[in-house]
């Protein structure tokens, strides 16, 4: 998107957005390509992070095909956008690429799940819902739908078992690994709406097209409608969109640099399982406060039983036997590590053992789950935590 105006070649457009190269500009300008709610910061003066800086370029790690790289290698070969390290409280390495700035706001793309099942699990501490009631017991218009029967925990720890409904038609334009389901991106705005749509209008209704494939908590199953699901239980409990109930319970107590947005689909509901966008500080702030077992700029933002249940689940030995908890996946290492993880590379890395919080924004040119960009964040990250508590 250079030049005035960019050549066709180099512009891009609503449709390209999640495809690389493209994504490599779409990531940083979400905004100018679709509609947000905003998250205000408040009035309150901004927490800056004392800064130790250290040279970590050097540091190294560990492919599984056994090949080794640097850390300073890592941020080109995973296509980084934005990383900032912050090691007992302390920002000890920043660094900016492609073009991106500290005030830049960048997507978080499914990392946003996280933030979506922070704000549940503090609702549900606080008493708002049980977790263990029946979803359908809050959204009664999903009875005949796949999620009947399941619990809200199970939405929180995506082990409903339910699948889209196959409708033949889609546009030509996504990437088939890109999107769950090309009607389900069309609600959410992510997709246009192709020449005589006649399928749900709102991912509420989408919602109840979903039918059931097994028996719900007998597995995993990566499905970014638990995300719905789950803000669709508070908004409604509330009576307050998810941009409001992130801004007063969470994003007006931090500190943070700058507004937050949700990106929203055509009839104004937010994305809440991939539409976050913040700064690279900010997110690294959420992540500061969540090792800080909730408390952050003289707060205490999210319950401190929260952040315990998030740590013992990830604990060596916790014997769960899924990736994944309350919107959270574990990483299942000798640290107890927990990450927010997003589409093209956006992580939010906490190390309650190293004392180590790492947000990373990139923009890889293929979905999370291909290509090689993927894995080399995920063996540089345990390095770096080893490398900090010797």
């Known amino acids: 998107m250079r030049g005035f105006p960019p050549s066709k070649e180099a512009r891009v457009t609503h449709a390209q957005q999640l495809l690389g190269p493209y994504n490599r500009w779409s990531f940083q300008n979400i905004q100018k390509l679709n509609p947000t709610a905003e998250v205000w910061r408040g009035e309150g003066a901004v927490v800056h992070f004392d800064r130790e800086p250290r040279d970590l370029d050097g540091i190294s790690y560990q492919r599984r095909n056994g090949s080794r790289y640097t850390f300073g290698e890592m941020l080109e070969l995973s296509y980084t956008d934005g990383i900032a390290v912050i090691h007992q409280g302390k920002m000890i390495y920043e660094r900016y690429l492609n ?209 315990e249940d998030m740590e013992r689940v990830a604990l060596p030995g916790s014997h769960n036997p899924m990736p994944y908890h309350n919107q959270w996946w574990l990483a299942n290492n000798e640290h107890g590590a927990y990450y927010a993880l997003g589409y093209g590379g956006q992580i939010l890395y906490i190390d309650p053992s190293a004392q180590l919080v790492v947000a990373k924004m990139s923009s890889y040119p293929v979905p999370v789950d291909g290509g090689e960009e993927f894995f080399h964040a995920f063996a540089a990250l345990p390095a770096l935590a080893n490398e900090l508590v010797k």
């Open 99 to 307: 073009s991106m700035q500290a005030h830049t706001l960048h997507a978080w793309a499914s990392g946003s799940k996280s933030m979506t099942g922070t704000l549940a699990a503090m609702l549900a501490h606080e008493g708002l819902f049980d977790l263990e009631n029946q979803i359908t017991y809050y959204l009664p218009e999903l009875k005949e739908s796949g999620f009947a029967g399941a619990t809200v925990q199970q939405a929180m720890d995506m082990t409903t078992t339910v699948k889209f409904r196959r409708v033949e038609g889609g546009p030509l334009t996504a990437h088939p690994s890109m999107v769950e389901d090309w009607q389900y991106s069309v609600t959410l705005g992510w997709l246009a709406k192709p020449e005589k749509y006649t399928g749900p209008e709102t991912s509420y209704e989408l919602l109840a097209t979903m039918y059931r494939d097994g028996e719900h908590g007998e597995r995993f199953t990566y499905q970014t409608p638990n995300s719905d699901i789950l803000a669709w239980i508070i908004k409604r409990l509330l009576n307050k969109p998810l941009a409001d109930i992130m801004q007063e319970r969470i994003w007006s107590k931090m500190g943070v640099e700058r507004d937050a947005a949700w990106v929203v689909g055509p009839t104004t509901e937010e994305t809440s399982g991939s539409g976050l966008i913040t700064t690279l500080r900010d997110m690294a702030r959420f992540g500061q406060m969540m090792l800080q077992k909730g408390r952050f700029n003289g707060k205490q933002i999210v319950p401190e039983a929260v952040i």
